[in-house]
């Protein structure tokens, strides 16, 4: 577990070294980005409508019970934009993009194909890891505007279409931008860039010490998933309480 950490650090501070390089290799960056963001647009809508209308539909009633029924937007729109939507989709992109970064780096490391790069005097960090990063790194967050957009619009639809519910869209939406501010939202998107740069770092890691052939590939994907996913759920607790301690 330290030798894990220790690489993960050491990774990081020579792509923190690298990042004044990022201009020069902007066309990888712009395909690294395409690849995460483009591509995983549709399925983190899907994901995000139906969170947004679950939790509709499980408080809805009950705020309706209570004489609340007003404060539905407010509840929805918070829950999202602050929790479920930055954790939900950091899990998404680790299990989608971390996955594929951790074969594809796996492979080229099995193959000796880094090695090669070793040898013409290229830095697999410039070449391989910082593109990859920077792209993470900006490709969540958009997702995750995206996601709480679409999130909230699916809690509307299930809080004026459904019959133990039925409130219009303006008392839902009112109620929203009553309660939603900019600093929340602003608090998904630094936690989304936390998580985006921890997948990134677990993924090339674990790319870069794969051995063993096509099993040990096998291996290294399932580590940096359930690596990452055990690392945002961690650090989700600390962000918030550092974001809370900064209120």
């Given at each position: ?71 539905i937007g407010g ?24 996955s594929a970064m ?126 990452a996913i055990v ?17």
């Amino acid at each position: 577990m330290f030798h894990t950490i220790g690489e993960i650090m050491l990774l990081f501070l020579q792509t923190l070294r690298a990042l004044p390089r990022a201009w020069r290799e902007r066309q990888k960056v712009f395909e690294q980005l395409y690849e995460i963001g483009n591509s995983s647009l549709l399925m983190a809508c899907i994901l995000s409508i139906f969170i947004g209308g679950v939790i509709a539909l499980q408080t809805g009633p009950v705020l309706v019970e209570r004489g609340l029924s007003s404060a539905i937007g407010g509840l929805v729109g918070l829950s999202i934009c602050k929790e479920l939507a930055p954790v939900m989709m950091a899990v998404l992109i680790a299990g989608r993009v971390g996955s594929a970064m951790t074969a594809e780096l796996g492979s080229m490391r099995v193959y000796q194909e880094i090695d090669a790069l070793r040898t013409m005097n290229i830095n697999p960090v410039h070449y391989l890891v910082l593109p990859r990063m920077v792209a993470i790194s900006v490709a969540l967050p958009t997702l995750v505007v995206f996601s709480v957009l679409v999130g909230w619009m699916g809690g509307g639809l299930v809080s004026v279409y459904n019959d133990s519910i039925s409130i219009t869209f303006e008392a839902y939406f009112n109620n929203l931008s009553q309660e939603v501010s900019i600093a929340d939202l602003a608090n998904g998107l630094i936690k989304s860039f936390v998580f985006a740069v921890v997948i990134g770092l677990v993924s090339c890691q674990q790319g870069f010490e794969t051995i063993g052939g096509p099993r040990g590939i096998g291996r290294s994907v399932t580590k940096a998933v359930v690596n990452a996913i055990v690392m945002i759920l961690i650090l989700d607790y600390f962000v918030t309480r550092f974001l809370l301690f900064l209120d």
